[in-house]
């Protein structure tokens, strides 16, 4: 199956890192979470409900709205604190630092025992991140504005591309559960996600990383 | 959660159900875009289990005052086909200035989806769209300006009315956008969310001078008693379903059209004037009988007109202040007043004579105060002169007698001459002397030839180095 995939190009200084992809990861999962479902007799269910809160950033000229649930904000963090790490860590041999980071919805196909589950893809929202450094106060300022108006355009794309008539998995019935939704958080119920990311230095060979993407792929099976 | 859980077969009962969300959906977006502009912040929890209140299972905090205004107006059967819900959201300045930032449309098609589930596409779709509206209300410029109201000296106001906000498109300034948030699709037809918001936060002058305004505003074609102008009015948003969520401003919206209108340029100008449409019915705008359309060819504002004053039979529409009561054909004796006198009733007491109303010729009254012309009641062509897109065309242009205000009438003549000396531009000097046919043919043709001639070798080189060019490539 083919997933759909978009992928936005940001250039932000370190500091800025997080609160960029927070913003953007947020407003896509925000959309892709629903409240958590009860499942009730005859396969109709309950819907419990998202809270929101309005989050401003320090440094970027933006709010963004994202959902009232502290787990998933609390995942979500680690792995952008995560892709911050690998980031910091091209410091020391290249000038440039830049990297990608990627939000990954899939549901699960069960498989016989002894095969794993297997996991489909069916959108893939992928972030590259190139981390400059401003010269002084005044263009960090200006510069805080101007990204904050960068944001805010790649939030309009992806609400956008949210109503766009595309695939969504069914809600499943109790037992599937599991293979579309992540249960995992206690108060909402995003559809299940994984977020990957890698530095991606000019001397990264971008061949040598499909290949053994594809070996453990096939290894995996 | 009535709607989500019930798995209902019947199409009665979905029927019912559908018509239940649309109707929390109208006031749960008004909610969000409206609560988006009031300068707070929103944070509600999720829960685990949803309330009743909790429709489409987004935590949407209830502004009461909102929703008691809105009701009223969500208990009329809207959006539906012709009337679709309007957001609007205004800015206004301590002076009175208002600026209108954006306009949210909430409208309704008749493109079914019969495979639309009600009670699980539907909603959650709609559920969908909400969010997107929390998302992109943050995201256009409108948010930062709302979030910052309540240190400046400004407000930002919301009117929501029932009709079709996008006359006012063009109060958003030069380059707005417009957005399409979302689409829900149902068995009954298709709901569209969109926003057109303003990108150029500037005062503008048109609008800092319309705010002098008085709060009475007349436009210049307020009297007149074209069918156009009635439908105009039509056109406003009806201000009994007009809600207002900050402190009341009921006529803002109103306010604000009207000064649209009259803020319009004169009535000369105003054909060409698009901002306007065509609404605003120039007052003295005239076609000469050979210009005219077809009685039925058009729709816009000169077709009353036209096709009145092209008919035998014209009937005065405009009355002016002194201006004589509307004189039938039946009284056409020729007489000495010309008929465009500016209070032409004083001079026909005086002189006791009767108004021609020179319908053969398709003229019609001119209000007070345009410039007189003498017009024998043969030439036609003399209304051509308010036709401003002609003005410049000498032919076109037939000037005859003038009289000015206070002059005797045989010193008309010099003035008239002057002007007519001005109307188009002096001859160039460069035209002046210019050789006759006869010179071209005797003189100047033969010298090129000859010169040609003499440099036949040149030319002979230049077309053999192309030839050479082409076979080498």
Known sequence: ?221 | MAGAKSKMTLTEREEKDLKKFTTFFSLKTIQVIVQSRSGGKVETKSKIHSDGVDWFNVAIPDNLSIKSQVRKLLAQDVPNLNQPITIDITLETSEGDKMVLESWNLSFSDVKDPLAKVHYAVYSRMGLILKSIFCVTRAIPAYKIAKRQTFSDYKVLSSIYIGEGKGKLSSLGQDFQTMQIGVVPTPVGTLTLSVAYRTNLAMSVQQLNTSDRSPIQVSDDHFSKSPQRQLAAAALPKLPSVAQSESSTIDGSQEMWSSLLSSSPSTTNSQSNGLVGPSNKPKDHKLPPSKLPPASSSTGAITSEATLSSSPISIRKHLGAFASEPTLPEQLDIDLVPEDTPFESLLQAANKTKQESVSLEGKEIQPSGVDQLDAPGSDSQVSDKSSSSQTSDMEDFVMVDLHPAFAKSDSSADLANFYLSFQSAPELELFKDQPTLGEVLEKHIPEQLELYEKNVQEFDELVESLRVDDDSS
Not at chain 1, 61 to 73: E, I, K, M
Not at chain 1, 101 to 109: A, D, G, M, P, R
Not at chain 1, 139 to 148: C, P
């Open chain 1, 1 to 221: 199956m083919n997933a759909r995939s978009q992928v936005f190009e940001l250039t932000v200084e370190s500091k800025q890192v997080e609160e960029v992809v927070l913003s953007l990861f947020h407003t896509i999962l925000f959309h892709r979470t629903t409240g958590k479902f009860h499942y009730k007799q005859e396969g109709a269910f309950l819907i419990g409900t998202v809270g929101v809160v309005e989050t401003d950033c320090d440094f970027v000229d933006l709010t963004y709205v994202r959902c009232n649930s502290t787990s998933l904000d609390t995942k979500l963090r680690r792995e952008v604190a995560g892709f911050k790490e690998v980031l910091r860590s091209t410091d020391a041999n290249a000038g440039l630092q830049c990297g990608q980071i990627s939000l990954e919805f899939y549901q699960k196909k069960k498989n016989r025992w002894p095969f794993p589950d297997e996991s489909i893809p069916w959108e893939v929202w992928t972030l590259k991140v190139n981390v400059i450094s401003l010269a002084n106060e005044q263009e960090r300022q200006v510069y805080r504005e101007k990204l904050g108006e960068i944001l805010n355009e790649k939030i309009i794309c992806i609400v956008e591309a949210m109503n766009r008539h595309d695939f969504i998995p069914k809600a499943p019935n109790q037992p599937l559960l599991e293979t579309v939704f992540d249960t995992s958080c206690p108060d909402v119920q995003p559809f299940l996600f994984k977020i990957s990311y890698q530095n991606s230095g000019p001397t990264n060979a971008s061949v040598g990383t499909a290949v053994r993407k594809l070996l453990r792929d096939t290894l995996a099976l």
